[in-house]
C-alpha cells in the first residue's frame, strides 16, 4: 500500500498538479460570465497541458521516479543526460499557436465590446433577446 | 530537476493560478496572469527545457501579457458579479 502511494501519487506529482491546473483553467472557461476571464482560463489550461507534456519528456534526476525516456544516442559517455526532445519540440510549437489563439479571440472580444458594449457573457445574451 | 525547488514553484503556480481567476480586477488578473507564465517558464528551465522556457518567457509572459492589458484597456476594467 506504502509502496504503491510512493509510486502512484507521490512520485507523479507533476501530473496531479498538471490535472490541477487543467480543472482551475476549465471552471474559469465554464463558470466566469466575463470572456476576458474566459481566454485567461483557457491560457490556463493549455498551459496545464504544457506542463504533462513536458514533464513526460523530462529526465528523472531528482527522485529517479519520473524517468520514461529512453537516450537518443546509443553512444552517450557516461554521466551525460538528456531529455526526450520530442515533447520539447512539441510544445514550443503548441506556445505560438496558443499566443496566436489569444490574440485573434482577444481581438473578438474587442469587437464584441464595441457592438454590444459589454464583456458579460449574460449581458450579451440579454440584448440578443431584445433585438 | 531539483525536487524541493520544483515542489515550493508548482505549489506557488496554483496558488497565483487561482488567485489569477478569482481577481475582480481585470487588470490585476492579467498582471497575475504574467507572473503565472514567468514562474512557468522558471519551472522549464529546472526542468531543463531550455528553449522553451525562453519561449514562454518571451511569449507567455511577454506578448500575450502586452496583448491581453491592450484589450482591458479598450474594454471594461472591472467584472461584473
Known amino acids: 500500500m506504502m ?6 501519487i507521490l512520485a507523479k506529482y507533476n501530473y496531479w498538479i498538471a490535472v490541477i491546473i487543467i480543472l482551475i483553467g476549465f471552471y474559469a472557461m465554464i463558470a466566469k460570465d466575463n470572456l476576458i476571464k474566459k481566454l485567461i ?3 490556463l489550461f493549455q498551459t496545464g497541458i504544457f506542463l504533462y507534456f513536458i514533464s513526460l519528456g523530462d529526465v528523472g534526476v531528482g527522485w529517479g521516479l519520473r524517468s520514461g525516456t529512453t537516450y537518443i544516442i546509443e553512444a552517450i559517455p557516461e554521466g551525460y543526460i538528456y531529455i526526450n526532445p520530442l515533447p520539447t519540440a512539441l510544445i514550443l510549437t503548441a506556445i505560438v ?7 485573434v479571440s482577444l481581438g473578438l472580444v474587442i469587437r464584441i465590446y464595441e457592438e454590444y458594449e459589454t464583456i458579460e457573457e449574460s449581458e450579451i445574451i440579454e440584448k440578443e433577446r431584445v433585438l | 530537476m531539483i525536487v524541493p525547488l520544483d515542489l515550493l514553484m508548482l505549489f ?5 493560478a ?3 481567476i478569482s481577481a475582480k ?3 490585476s488578473a492579467v498582471i497575475l496572469f504574467g507572473a503565472y507564465s514567468f514562474l512557468m517558464a522558471v519551472v522549464w528551465a529546472e526542468m531543463h527545457s531550455i528553449d522553451v522556457s525562453f519561449t ?4 507567455g509572459a ?3 501579457t502586452a496583448f491581453l492589458i491592450a484589450a482591458v484597456s479598450r474594454t471594461a476594467r472591472w467584472e461584473k458579479g
Open chain 2, 25 to 27: 480586477d481585470l487588470f
Open chain 2, 12 to 16: 506557488v503556480i496554483v496558488v497565483i
Open chain 1, 41 to 43: 482560463g483557457l491560457s
Open chain 1, 3 to 8: 509502496e504503491w502511494l510512493t509510486q502512484e
Open chain 2, 18 to 20: 487561482i488567485a489569477t
Open chain 1, 97 to 103: 499557436v496558443s499566443v496566436s489563439t489569444l490574440a
Open chain 2, 56 to 59: 514562454e518567457a518571451a511569449v
Open chain 2, 62 to 64: 511577454g506578448v500575450s
